[in-house]
């Protein structure tokens, strides 16, 4: 997964993927097209057995006003809660294993229905806008993936040292 760029750190992945988000007015596919083929910074293996231990994300690094990247693992037979991100986009690129993707929408009775199911592999990458409510499992023997989003999710304040 090294290339011509092995060398970027996290932070200087997060200044050019701050600065593709401000590239006109819908910066998601053009994130989606540039995390699929971004060489991996050294702090994603360095992050990546804490990341399986905890399975819920590990923030690696942010940048003030965002974005943040970090690292996920899936369980296989554990899905998360139907969720968005604190109302931020999001890119996500599975680096091994796979998983299940699905959207839910909100009814206006307050319901969720099940919208679509994606099964993701190893280079698959989706991507979601602020308003996209999701849930996502593990499969098989689950899935590490790598996560870029607009801002750093409240719940992870003061586990990440955010970077100007």
Known sequence: MRGTDATRTA???LRRAAAIAREGRDPLPRLAAW???????????????EAMRRARG??????????VLGLRWFPPGAPTDVHDHDGGW???RVLEGRDRYETWARSADGSLRRVSVRELGPGDVVAFDAATL????????GA???VLLERLPARY???V???R
């Open 144 to 146: 590490l993936e790598l």
């Open 90 to 92: 999001g890119v996500a």
């Open 35 to 49: 995390l699929r083929t971004v060489p991996l910074p050294e702090e994603v293996e360095a992050a990546r057995p």
């Open 134 to 141: 999701h849930v996502q499992e593990g499969l098989d023997a």
């Open 58 to 67: 590990l923030p690696i690094a942010a940048l003030e006003g965002g974005p």
């Open 11 to 13: 932070v200087e992945l």
């Open 157 to 159: 304040a003061g586990e």
């Open 161 to 163: 040292e955010v970077l």
